[in-house]
């Protein structure tokens, strides 16, 4: 599994909220509020942290119009899907999966590879995001194949200084 990820966090790519975001409109300075299960389109994103990309910031449009800064932590990029159902709809047909391990075995992500019309798609969730892909992910892409294990190989859109 070593094609590009095409849910990597970027300008114009759909993300989803699971719990409410309260935060500040990067324009306005006034406080948002983004109910639970919103979607929304990423607009653009603020320099990476050295600390990871749980730490990066970006400034989300949420289809209820509001803008608002968040970390990536408490967003999930779901692109090229529009909505979760999209996302874990295909899970279910998944063609590939893999936890991903770190040095020491620790886990660094889940990846996954799923059709997308005639398109072999490559997923890769961080760990920040564990809950989302224990809870939501894993129990569908079960459904169709088993999960392996495979040492990290750093995401693309990862600098070497954060890997």
Not at 42 to 70: F, M, N
Not at 78 to 89: A, N, V
Request: glycine residues 8%; hydrophobic residues 35%.
């Amino acid at each position: 599994m070593s094609r590009p990820i095409s849910n990597k966090p970027d300008e114009g790519k759909r993300v989803w909220c699971f719990k409410e975001i309260r935060g500040t409109s990067p324009d306005t300075k006034k406080r948002v509020h983004v109910p639970a299960d919103t979607g929304g389109t990423i607009c653009y994103t603020h320099a990476s942290s050295p600390l990871g990309i749980g730490k990066a910031l970006v400034v989300v449009r949420w289809d209820s119009g509001q803008e608002t800064d968040t970390g990536f932590a408490n967003i999930l990029c779901i692109h090229p899907f529009r909505t979760l159902d999209d996302l874990l709809e295909a899970a279910v047909t998944a063609s590939g999966a893999d936890y991903i391990l770190g040095s020491e075995n620790e886990l660094e992500g889940f990846r996954i590879e799923v059709w997308i019309g005639e398109n072999l798609e490559t997923l890769f969730f961080p760990k920040e995001q564990h809950a989302f892909f224990q809870d939501f992910l894993i129990p569908r892409v079960k459904i169709s194949v088993n999960i392996g294990e495979t040492k990290w190989e750093k995401p693309e859109y990862l600098d070497e200084d954060e890997a």
